[in-house]
């Protein structure tokens, strides 16, 4: 019976994505670890303070875990939830598990912490090159309905793989903050379609930033997980002049590009317009037919 990963929580998702009872918590809701700015500010807390961590099994295999729960001030990351992922990548490189696994929904810092905010996301992306650095495989999984914006979608970026669903949204600056900063005539954050055409997996997957694409599924997101856990690790100098070449290359490509079908028709899509509407299975034999890392 399909389970959709974006309606489920973070710790559904989890459970469902992990092998079935074998998921061990650190710092759990009763240890009621919570963001102490956000009780100055009068502000809700949560007992995990949006974030889920621990260790478990996938496909019998060791891996470090963490899940953002967008239900909780959009999954953003304050001081309290960026140690908790803090410990988990410097434990990664300690236990030298199968995977790190980040199951991403989040907006990017948490506004009401302002530089303890913004510190933890430094932190963090440091941490991941490190760890991958030391050959810890770093796999992320996007999917969920907060997206992964800001400095989530850096912390994302510098994972080793990436999983997405269409319903999956990753870009530096979310739809809102781009209005905000920039105008609705810049980017309108109503327009659904417009903010899954720019930032949702499909765009995503064509560019060559998301190395798989599945349907809406928790089952299927277990899967490509699983298969990944076998994908080449670590991180090299020469890996990251390869990166820096081919986004220069996409800048020289793309730069005067408006909207995201006028990027899908140089990559040698025949008919962009189609690209939203298409079931996985007929994107996907299109995509991989043009596809390619500009």
Known sequence: MSRSYYEASARE???GVVDAGSFHEFVPPAARVTSPHLAQL???VAFDDGVVVGRATLAGRPVLVAAQEGGFLGGAIGEVH???LLGLIERARTERPAALLFLFDSGGVRLHEANAGLVAVSELIRAILRARRDGVRCLGLIGGAGGCFGGTGLIARCCDR???SEEGRLAMSGP???ETARG????DSRDRALVWRVTGGKHRYLLGEADRLVEDD??????AAADLLDSEAGLTLAAVEREHARLQQRWQRFADCDDAPEIWQRLGVDNPAEVPLLPLDQF???ADGCRSAP
Do not use: H
């Open 13 to 15: 998702r989890l459970a």
């Open 42 to 44: 009068d502000q809700p």
């Open 82 to 84: 960026g140690a908790k």
């Open 162 to 164: 990436l999983v997405m």
């Open 176 to 178: 809102e903050v781009i």
């Open 184 to 187: 609705v005539e810049e980017f």
């Open 218 to 223: 928790v089952d299927q997101f277990r899967a």
């Open 284 to 286: 996907l034999a299109v």
